[in-house]
């Protein structure tokens, strides 16, 4: 197999990387270290906003650089001209009528422009930061409260004495909570995936199956993938739901560092090693610094070595963490 390892050591990877998993499951349960953390994960926010974010991000003791990335990556994908069905406009997403009462001139420019990042993002800042205030008396997690209020309005936090008792409010705290876990930059050890082995299984068996664009392993494409169809359908044979795209998957969970991968963990690559959005490929990790991958038309699914010049990084899936993730499935595209 080109740029492989040989399909005869398929089986001893599989032993090694089942007893590797759950006994590196083992030893790190418990070890992930607790707190909030201020910086954010390398190239998590593209490059040309993330002075922007790490420095409004602090804004207010209830938020945090990584909170305000994932509100904005939830809200707009860090599209700039994003429009909204309901006219939200820029990368914030404000309506116009919550702008012209909360927007801020962000940059000192004189104006207050809802599509210039300069002035949105620090609004968003402003504006959860206004929410926080109005409802800082309420008890409980006060992160909690002020996404609450963002959702639901200050006036249902007061009335409830907190988090209020909706399902879509409840659920946009989790996810908001959840994300910015995939925006900061950890400060200890990352809790490994359980469902790793199975997903590594799924792919093995894949391996030699010619490599197709946007093949997600159908019958009528004979059982195809393109690099982050693999890893879907990996992660779906262990009961976790990931984005079509390789740029959207990255953001399923929080991200360990080369020296700290565990079999399972998704490896990325970009064009830009500052802005994950710039990543165009994705495969899986099993050890001793190969993955699992469709690399490209003409190629089949095999083992690569993962050290090359465009390595981006690595994300440790979480059931929590692809499901908190937004829906783009209307415009994905494969890669």
């Known amino acids: 197999m080109a ?34 953390a201020l910086g954010l994960a390398k190239g998590a926010v593209p490059a040309k906003y993330q002075n922007l974010v790490q420095k409004w991000g602090t804004l207010c003791p209830a938020m945090t650089p990584a909170l305000l990335a994932a509100q904005l990556y939830s809200e707009s994908g860090w599209n700039p001209s994003a429009v909204s069905p309901a006219d939200a406009r820029g990368i914030a ?150 984005p079509r795209v390789a740029n959207d998957q990255y953001n399923a969970g929080p991200h360990p560092s080369r020296g700290e991968l565990l079999p399972g963990d998704l490896v990325f690559f970009s064009d830009d090693l500052t802005n994950s959005r710039a990543i165009h490929h994705v495969g899986l990790y099993v050890g001793g610094g190969y993955m699992i991958n469709a690399p490209y038309t003409g190629a089949v699914i095999r083992f690569d070595k993962i050290d090359t010049p465009d390595y981006f990084g690595a994300t440790r899936v979480t059931k929590d963490g692809a499901a908190a993730l937004p829906d783009r499935s209307a415009d994905a595209k494969s890669s």
């Open 93 to 242: 997403q404000f309506i116009p009528g919550t702008w012209a009462g909360h927007g801020i001139d962000g940059d000192g420019d004189g104006d207050r422009d809802i599509w210039d990042p300069n002035d949105a993002i620090p609004s968003a800042a402003s504006y959860d930061c206004e929410l926080a205030k109005d409802v800082a008396g309420v008890p409980g997690d006060a992160t909690s409260n002020m996404l609450a209020a963002y959702n639901a309005g200050a006036y249902a936090v007061i009335k409830y004495g907190g988090v209020p008792p909706y399902q879509e409010t409840q659920g946009y705290v989790k996810a908001i909570t959840t994300l910015a876990k995939s925006f900061e930059r950890p400060v200890g050890r990352v809790a490994p995936s359980q469902q790793a082995a199975g997903a590594i299984y799924f792919a093995q068996k894949q391996l030699g199956t010619p490599y197709l664009w946007g093949g997600n392993g159908t019958p009528d494409q004979d059982g195809r993938f393109d690099c982050s169809g693999l890893t879907k359908a990996a992660y779906e044979s262990v009961g976790i739901e990931l």
């Open 3 to 36: 740029g492989g390892i040989g399909i005869g050591l398929c089986l001893s990877f599989l032993v090694l990387i089942v007893v590797g998993t759950y006994s590196a499951a083992a030893g790190l349960a418990g070890g992930a270290a607790g707190g909030r």
